[in-house]
């Protein structure tokens, strides 16, 4: 009687140890692998890097980011893909006027005229001209930057003033131009085709 009472205890701790692991057991050593592989895979991915905001894109030649000069009105709101402030004259959709990428600030301005793109005005030193110029720099700076491409001519209402026009490096009708304050320190720039990049009072 005793033997067979251990033969049946033995029996069943036989079959417990050799039972299969249970469901709730199965799907938390699964659930673990899961998520270890999805935070390795993660670790390897990276997180995904935001695209580069359009309102920090710089000038070049040929416009400014998306924006390609020759553009219409309607294609450079398509481009840019956040909002252009300003508007053509209702009576006269072709005259010259500015869309500006910032409602309340006028430190970056995109002219058109005859409903195409065609000049990139700047005014503050938070934008940077191709090839390194800026608002602020002295004369002697963007002489320097700009070594056998500057074309000096006095200002327009100011004999102290100065106005150097930088050719493209590469060729092309596009035009860099700084316009010097009399202290011989850059007030503002400007990039675009001609006639318009030549408009001194920009559309006025």
Known sequence: ????????????????????????????????STTQA???GHMQAGPAQPARPVLDAMPDFNGIGPLRFDMTATQMR????????GEAPANDPSACH????????????????????VRIDVSA???????????GMT?????????????????????????LSVDPPHGG????????????NVKAWRIGVPPQIDYVE???
């Open 1 to 32: 009687m005793i033997r067979a009472v251990f033969i049946t205890g033995a029996a069943v701790v036989l079959a417990a140890c050799n039972a299969p692991p249970s469901q709730a057991s199965h799907t938390g050593a699964t659930g673990a």
């Open 38 to 40: 999805t935070a390795t």
């Open 78 to 85: 398509t481009a840019w893909g956040l909002p252009l402030y």
């Open 98 to 117: 500015y869309l500006s990428p910032r409602r309340d600030a006028h430190d970056l301005l995109f002219m058109l005229e005859g409903n195409h793109f």
């Open 125 to 135: 030193a938070g934008t940077t001209a191709p090839g390194g110029g800026r608002v």
């Open 139 to 163: 004369l002697r700076q963007i002489d320097t930057l700009y070594a056998g491409r500057v074309t000096s001519s006095p200002g327009k209402y100011d004999a102290d003033a100065r106005v």
């Open 173 to 184: 009708n596009a035009k860099l131009i700084f316009e010097i304050d009399a202290a011989g």
């Open 202 to 204: 920009g559309c006025g």
